[in-house]
């Protein structure tokens, strides 16, 4: 059976170009510390593939920290011991957003007592409003305070009003780290006018391997306080011998990105391919809910909600069908708990764990979406005869 995969948001497939270019360096012996000709020639790579990645997201090659992935990437970011121009220039608080991903809503390293939730809006966007509130009610003697949000929501798509959330940065002297994982090679990301602090991104998101990501600081001279120490590796500010391979293959993955985002139809083929689906959707059932339709999405992510459909058990029934799909539910020790996005978003946890999200990537295609419609049918087709047994049964 030909399976249906739309879970890119999760993980992307291994692009063919970037494989063969990780078995490749896997053939360079040298350790890229090393001074000798097989450690320069691993070096060579390391530095190919860090501008590549800069180049993704209008970054600085000197600014750019290899990590194992985004979630380190975003502990690293997430300190109160940041030095600007070398020197110490903490932060006392915390504001994340209410929908972000676990490792940010973690605080990073800040103590509990040292974080600030900001709301979202019903359509997914933060409330840039009671941010605003939460920055006046800081005191700024205790030190600067620190914004976390993500430029695109992984589970509903939502773009996040990025250039709003830099200007309250700019105006209360924040730092304003933004989580760029589901943003990056979906919507153009320039560093030098986002406005941010610093960004992360993860390789596995945009076809690349597996365990490696990074941390982009927006300016030299801004550093955060190494959470790995030992090595002199990434200019102290992550210790270890850095995984040749993997990030060879980040840089490839990071290219290839930005070729597909500028080519003439841009992300557009797969904002096409998302729009005929919610279309048929909709057609298979007019009371479906898309979270964050209200607001503007990047053109690969759908989340929705069948009404009468468990989302746990829709998930099953899709993956039997030769589909795969992720849910907006969380399991955790045998308890589905509804999505932490969806109840900040102002859903109810019957909605909030019905949620089932699709997202596309590089090799998704017509047919993908075909298969999930008809198997989402079957669905629909098995509601209605649960529907109709109950009310015989009520007679």
């Keep these: 059976m030909q399976r249906a995969y739309l879970d890119h948001n999760a993980t992307s497939p291994l692009r063919p170009d970037v494989k063969a270019d990780i078995i490749e360096a ?20 390391v530095e190919k593939a860090r501008q590549q990645v ?7 090659a000197r600014q750019v920290i290899f990590t194992s992935g985004a979630s380190e990437a975003n502990m690293l970011a997430l300190t109160p011991h940041m030095k600007v121009e070398y020197q110490p220039d903490p932060a006392s608080a915390l504001f994340v957003s ?11 390293r800040f ?24 920055l006046e009610a800081h005191d700024p003697q205790t030190g ?13 798509g939502v773009i996040q009003p990025i250039a709003e959330i830099a200007a309250l940065a700019e105006e209360f002297n924040a730092y304003f780290h933004l989580d760029a994982v589901q943003a990056a090679g979906r919507i153009p990301l320039d560093m030098t006018e986002l406005g941010c602090s610093s960004l992360s991104l993860s390789a596995h998101k945009l076809g690349g391997p597996k365990g490696v990501g990074a941390l982009i600081m927006a300016h030299e001279g801004t550093e955060p306080e190494p959470l790995i120490t030992g090595g002199p590796q990434e200019n102290r500010l992550r210790a270890g011998t850095e995984n040749v391979a993997g990030i060879v293959g980040f840089g490839v993955a990071c290219q290839a990105a930005g070729e597909d985002l500028h080519k003439s139809d841009g992300f557009g083929r797969l904002a096409a391919l998302r729009d005929r689906f919610e279309d048929q959707l909709r057609a298979l059932d007019p009371d479906v809910v898309i979270f964050g339709a209200d607001a503007e999405r990047v053109g690969n992510t759908s989340q929705f909600a069948i009404p009468g459909t468990k989302g746990e058990m829709a998930l099953i029934r899709l993956d039997l069908a030769g589909v795969a799909v992720s849910s907006g539910s969380a ?6 708990s509804a999505s932490h996005v969806l109840l900040a978003m102002g859903y109810g946890t019957k909605v909030a764990g019905s949620a089932i999200r699709m997202s596309l990537g590089w090799n998704s295609k017509e047919p993908e979406i075909d298969a999930l ?10 509601n209605s005869k649960n529907s109709l047994r109950g009310i015989e049964k009520a007679l």
């Design 373 to 382: 419609i008809e198997a989402l049918g079957q669905i629909c087709v098995k």
């Design 54 to 60: 800069a180049d993704l997201v209008g970054g600085g």
């Design 26 to 45: 896997w053939e360079v012996a040298g350790n890229a510390s090393s001074v000798h000709k097989e450690g320069r020639e691993a070096r060579a790579l």
């Design 144 to 156: 600067r305070p620190m914004i976390a949000v993500m430029a695109v929501n992984s589970e509903t």
């Design 98 to 108: 209410a929908i972000e991903h676990p490792s940010v809503l973690s605080g990073g």
């Design 111 to 134: 103590g509990a007592q040292a974080r600030r939730e900001i709301p979202v809006l019903p359509n997914g966007m933060v409330d840039v409003s009671a941010l605003r509130l939460l």
């Design 331 to 336: 399991c955790s020790s045998g308890k589905v």
